[in-house]
């Protein structure tokens, strides 16, 4: 076997390797945990009421939340308006649900006359999704706050300067106050007091929870998750809708052991999340509700509190509901020591590589003013890091180059005898102290690389819909320009074919720029690899016309440096 084709073999048999690692140390005991999980929530959602009243388990004290059945109720309640500079819509005072979002910077699509992203719906939409606080108590003499009280409304607008208060009386000795504020981004925070007259002590719990109706389109992609997810004991659950189908509606249910967390649902971009006090522990759930229709909720039921006789308690908790921006999600896990908040956003496998890329794109953005040229000199940036290997590895392909007739000659002359015709080989490599293995390791070196920044091109709200130039108007999306209509000349659409067929103008680029990259290194001596090799940028010219505009730039620019780079060094090898 060549020199090559054992190196070929070799890093495939170090990434199969890695995967299989993978699998059995994460994968697997993470599988376990979910099935361990599935059992308990199997058990815990027989104990679900659908009246209407979030209420304690009988079975166990931290309780587990229940769900209203899917009416339609009418919109003829008063309602407080919400206007903030991100965000404007409004909240109910039936159940005192906020239940009515607008994201006031994103549209649905790039066009100006495109609706704007709409992340929560009215219980009486087609599609309800909103999120709801309140108390729930074992007292079964008193009344708790549920999702059909219907709250008097003390303030009419909800902006960052006024908070709006709500308030319920239940009749029986307990007054609820409720104060919601918001901020200029995405935050709003939630207060309650409720204040007794009672002549003995009450215990009551607080809850929060984000519930979804209907399974919402999805990417489908392994490398973005899309549905439930929380923090809790400091390390990420997951939970997608098809899985908690499969799961007959059983889901994840997590009782904390360290104090902090948060939980909600996520798309690709944007976020809806409940947080409790970060002090106490809580009980998680992240589960598919009964009722006929699809319907998802992740939820908390925090620490039994005691209200004492005549006295006052006061809880807040807070609802991250936009845009899933990273100096946000860092600025609150910060001020509010959310634990891992950034993790609301799938950075993947190569979070240690991921999120530096995403910062240093960023500020070459913040420098140069657009998103493209950023990734332009981030490539020029990752070459110079590699330069040390890269030109180790060329100078090697150099001088593999100039013993080609040598390695040749050695295969005439051995002729089927492979044993003699590698011993020679490898002698003559010593010999002349050439690596054959060198040029391996800056191409393994490359692919965290580019699947770290296929992550942040992919997943990044802040890479989308930003333009480069010329026909490049989102660089999150696919070169739209195709081959089959003389990339625009012709007067027809080619929408029709699919992504890896419709073959950009900056994929050809791309192809033609690895075609040029691959001349210059010295041919495979395996006749089977040379065909490969040859047929390779054709194939990644198919491959990367369905990634991302920012990902094929990237890959283009990074050819002509390699081309550059080898360029230079053949010339400096033949001139000693």
Same mark, same amino acid.
């Given at each position: 076997?060549?020199?090559?084709?054992?190196?070929?073999?070799?890093?495939?048999?170090?990434?199969?390797?890695?995967?299989?690692?993978?699998?059995?140390?994460?994968?697997?005991?993470?599988?376990?945990? =979910?099935?361990?999980?599935?059992?308990?929530?199997?058990?815990?959602?027989?104990?679900?009421?659908?009246?209407?009243?979030?209420?304690?388990?009988?079975? %166990?004290?931290? *309780?587990?939340? %229940?769900?209203?059945?899917?009416?339609?109720?009418?919109?003829?309640?008063?309602?407080?308006?919400?206007?903030?500079?991100?965000?404007?819509?409004? #909240?109910?005072?039936?159940?005192?649900?906020?239940?009515? #979002?607008?994201?006031?910077?994103?549209?649905?699509?790039?066009?100006?006359?495109?609706? +704007?992203?709409?992340?929560?719906?009215?219980?009486?939409?087609?599609?309800?999704?909103?999120?709801?606080?309140?108390?729930?108590?074992?007292?079964?003499?008193?009344?708790?706050?549920?999702?059909?009280?219907?709250?008097?409304?003390?303030?009419?607008?909800?902006?960052?300067?006024?908070?709006?208060?709500?308030?319920?009386?239940?009749?029986?000795?307990?007054?609820?106050?409720?104060?919601?504020?918001?901020?200029?981004?995405?935050?709003?925070?939630?207060?309650?007091?409720?204040?007794?007259?009672?002549? %003995?002590?009450?215990?009551?719990?607080?809850?929060?929870?984000?519930?979804?109706?209907?399974?919402?389109?999805?990417?489908?992609?392994?490398?973005?998750? /899309?549905?439930?997810?929380?923090?809790?004991?400091?390390?990420?659950?997951?939970?997608?809708?098809?899985?908690?189908?499969?799961?007959?509606?059983?889901?994840?249910?997590?009782?904390?052991?360290?104090? *902090?967390?948060?939980?909600?649902?996520?798309?690709?971009?944007?976020?809806?999340?409940?947080?409790?006090?970060?002090?106490?522990?809580?009980?998680?759930?992240?589960?598919?509700?009964?009722?006929?229709?699809?319907?998802? =909720?992740?939820?908390?039921?925090?620490?039994?509190?005691?209200?004492?006789? *005549?006295?006052?308690?006061?809880?807040?908790?807070?609802?991250?509901?936009?845009?899933?921006?990273?100096?946000?999600?860092?600025?609150? /896990?910060?001020?509010?020591?959310?634990?891992?908040?950034?993790?609301?956003?799938?950075?993947?496998?190569?979070?240690?590589?991921?999120?530096?890329?995403?910062?240093? !794109?960023?500020?070459? +953005?913040? #420098?140069? *003013?657009?998103?493209?040229?950023?990734?332009? &000199?981030?490539? !020029?940036?990752?070459?110079?890091?590699?330069?040390?290997?890269?030109?180790?590895?060329?100078?090697?392909?150099?001088?593999?180059?100039?013993?080609?007739?040598?390695?040749?000659?050695?295969?005439?002359?051995?002729?089927?005898?492979?044993?003699?015709?590698?011993?020679?080989?490898?002698? #003559?490599?010593?010999?002349?102290?050439?690596?054959?293995?060198?040029?391996?390791?800056?191409?393994?070196?490359?692919?965290?690389?580019?699947?770290?920044?296929?992550?942040?091109?992919?997943?990044? @709200?802040?890479?989308?819909? &930003? $333009?480069?130039?010329?026909?490049?108007?989102?660089?999150?999306? @696919?070169?739209?320009?195709?081959?089959?209509?003389?990339?625009?000349?012709?007067?027809?659409?080619?929408?029709?074919?699919?992504?890896?067929?419709?073959?950009?103008?900056? $994929?050809?680029?791309?192809?033609?720029?690895?075609?040029?990259?691959?001349?210059?290194?010295?041919?495979? $001596?395996?006749?089977?690899?040379?065909?490969?090799?040859?047929?390779? $940028?054709?194939?990644?010219?198919?491959?990367?016309?369905?990634?991302?505009?920012?990902?094929?730039?990237?890959?283009?620019?990074?050819?002509?440096?390699?081309?550059? =780079?080898?360029?230079?060094?053949?010339?400096?090898?033949? %001139?000693?």
């Amino acid at each position: 076997m060549s020199p090559e084709n054992r190196n070929l073999i070799l890093a495939m048999a170090i990434s199969m390797s890695i995967l299989v690692l993978w699998q059995s140390f994460f994968v697997e005991p993470q599988i376990q945990d =979910q099935q361990q999980a599935q059992q308990q929530a199997q058990q815990q959602a027989q104990q679900l009421n659908s009246d209407g009243t979030p209420q304690l388990s009988q079975k %166990s004290e931290t *309780g587990q939340l %229940s769900a209203d059945t899917p009416e339609r109720p009418s919109e003829d309640v008063p309602r407080i308006t919400i206007s903030a500079p991100l965000l404007e819509g409004s #909240l109910t005072s039936r159940g005192a649900r906020i239940d009515d #979002l607008l994201l006031k910077n994103y549209r649905v699509a790039l066009s100006e006359n495109s609706e +704007n992203v709409r992340l929560f719906n009215p219980v009486s939409s087609a599609a309800p999704y909103f999120s709801e606080f309140g108390w729930v108590s074992q007292a079964s003499d008193q009344p708790m706050p549920s999702a059909k009280t219907i709250w008097t409304i003390l303030d009419s607008e909800l902006t960052p300067e006024t908070p709006v208060r709500l308030s319920w009386d239940n009749n029986k000795g307990l007054l609820f106050l409720r104060t919601v504020s918001i901020n200029d981004d995405y935050l709003l925070k939630i207060e309650d007091t409720v204040t007794s007259t009672l002549d %003995s002590a009450i215990s009551l719990n607080p809850y929060g929870l984000v519930r979804r109706t209907g399974t919402p389109q999805t990417q489908g992609m392994w490398i973005l998750h /899309e549905g439930l997810l929380g923090v809790f004991d400091s390390a990420l659950k997951e939970w997608n809708y098809s899985k908690l189908q499969e799961d007959n509606k059983a889901g994840f249910n997590y009782e904390s052991e360290e104090a *902090g967390g948060w939980v909600g649902i996520t798309d690709k971009y944007w976020l809806a999340a409940i947080i409790p006090q970060q002090s106490e522990k809580v009980n998680f759930s992240m589960r598919s509700l009964s009722g006929g229709e699809d319907r998802y =909720q992740s939820d908390f039921l925090g620490e039994e509190i005691t209200l004492p006789a *005549g006295g006052e308690i006061t809880w807040s908790g807070y609802l991250f509901a936009g845009a899933k921006k990273v100096d946000l999600l860092d600025k609150y /896990e910060e001020e509010l020591g959310i634990s891992n908040f950034d993790l609301a956003i799938d950075f993947g496998w190569f979070y240690f590589l991921t999120k530096p890329f995403f910062y240093a !794109i960023t500020y070459f +953005n913040a #420098l140069l *003013g657009n998103f493209g040229l950023a990734i332009i &000199a981030f490539t !020029i940036l990752v070459r110079l890091v590699l330069f040390p290997l890269a030109n180790k590895s060329f100078r090697s392909m150099g001088k593999m180059r100039e013993l080609a007739p040598k390695i040749q000659q050695l295969r005439e002359s051995a002729g089927d005898d492979r044993a003699k015709m590698n011993q020679e080989m490898m002698a #003559l490599y010593k010999k002349e102290k050439v690596n054959p293995a060198a040029g391996c390791l800056p191409i393994l070196l490359q692919i965290p690389v580019f699947f770290a920044l296929y992550k942040v091109l992919y997943v990044s @709200i802040e890479m989308r819909h &930003a $333009p480069f130039y010329g026909w490049i108007s989102d660089l999150s999306a @696919i070169d739209p320009t195709s081959l089959f209509n003389l990339f625009g000349l012709l007067p027809y659409s080619v929408d029709f074919l699919p992504d890896f067929l419709s073959i950009g103008l900056w $994929p050809i680029l791309m192809g033609v720029t690895m075609f040029l990259q691959m001349r210059l290194n010295p041919p495979p $001596p395996d006749p089977i690899q040379a065909k490969i090799f040859q047929y390779m $940028p054709i194939f990644f010219t198919f491959l990367l016309a369905s990634f991302p505009a920012g990902l094929v730039i990237y890959w283009t620019w990074n050819n002509l440096l390699s081309i550059l =780079q080898q360029w230079w060094i053949t010339r400096d090898m033949r %001139s000693k």
